[in-house]
């Protein structure tokens, strides 16, 4: 079993900056690769970003390239969403995964565990 809990959601400004962490338990953290995923009010979850398990490659969707950045600490059992430029539309609850595969989780294949989400809420 792996317990996710996810912290550092809140309120901020379009254009504003925010870093999530996700504090992983029980098994070895560095067995599995790591996901943020969101759901928007009325809107299907969908996958953000991914790391691997020593965090030599990430995954991001296209809408957040190049202003969101996933990081994990093997040494703290952490993973972190940065979360740069936000817009109006980043607005979600925010959840942490754990898989067996980054590249997999951008594809589609559901993680084997999930986080209890933190609300994200940008405004305009």
């Known amino acids: 079993q792996v317990q996710l809990v996810e912290s550092g959601g809140g309120l901020v400004q379009a254009g504003g900056s925010l870093r999530l962490s996700c504090a992983a338990s029980?098994?070895?953290?560095?067995?599995?690769?790591m996901g943020w995923f969101r759901q928007a009010p009325g809107k299907e979850r969908e996958f953000v970003a991914a790391?691997?398990?020593?965090?030599?490659?990430?995954y991001y969707t296209d809408s957040v390239k190049g202003r969101f950045t996933v990081s994990r600490d093997n040494a703290k059992n952490t993973v972190y969403l940065q979360m740069n430029r936000v817009k109006p539309e980043d607005t979600a609850v925010y959840y942490c995964?754990?898989?067996?595969?980054?590249?997999?989780?951008?594809?589609?294949?559901?993680?084997?565990?999930w986080g209890q989400g933190t609300q994200v809420t940008v405004s305009s």
């Open positions: 029980g098994r070895t953290f560095s067995s599995y690769a």
């Open positions: 790391i691997s398990r020593y965090g030599s490659i990430t």
């Open positions: 995964a754990a898989g067996n595969r980054g590249d997999t989780m951008r594809n589609g294949g559901l993680p084997d565990y």
